[in-house]
Nanobody, 115 residues
Framework: QVTLVESGGGLVQPGGSLRLSCAASGIIFSTYNMGWYRQAPGKQRELVAVITSGGSTNYADSVKGRFTIYRDNAKNMVYLEMNSLKPEDTAVYYC?????????WGRGTLVTVSS
């Protein structure tokens, strides 16, 4: 059984930082592309960042220079370091594992950026 469990969300002031973590089990983690997506209230889910099995990264324009995605294959973990947070970053953040036709999602963790 594949599980992805996110953690690290919470309330943070504008300009603050958070680190999200995603623990994966039930997959050969190192062979999967891992991503972070987010969904704000009333909006569609959107890609935030992805890191491939080979370690290449890609970011949404809105988070470039502020967010960093990285992975630890030995621990089956993927992280999203978020700096200079803005109110518009408020959303539920989801972890995703993807390979070929296989696509798995976590249940999400809420990030609220507000003063």
């Amino acid at each position: 059984q594949v599980t992805l469990v996110e953690s690290g969300g919470g309330l943070v002031q504008p300009g603050g930082s958070l680190r999200l973590s995603c623990a994966a089990s039930g997959i050969i983690f190192s062979t999967y592309n891992m991503g972070w997506y987010r969904q704000a209230p009333g909006k569609q889910r959107e890609l935030v960042a992805v890191i491939t099995s080979g370690g290449s990264t890609n970011y949404a324009d809105s988070v470039k220079g502020r967010f960093t995605i990285y992975r630890d294959n030995a621990k089956n973990m993927v992280y999203l370091e978020m700096n200079s947070l803005k109110p518009e970053d408020t959303a539920v953040y989801y972890c995703n594992a993807e390979k070929y036709y296989m696509n798995y999602w976590g249940r999400g963790t809420l990030v609220t950026v507000s003063s």
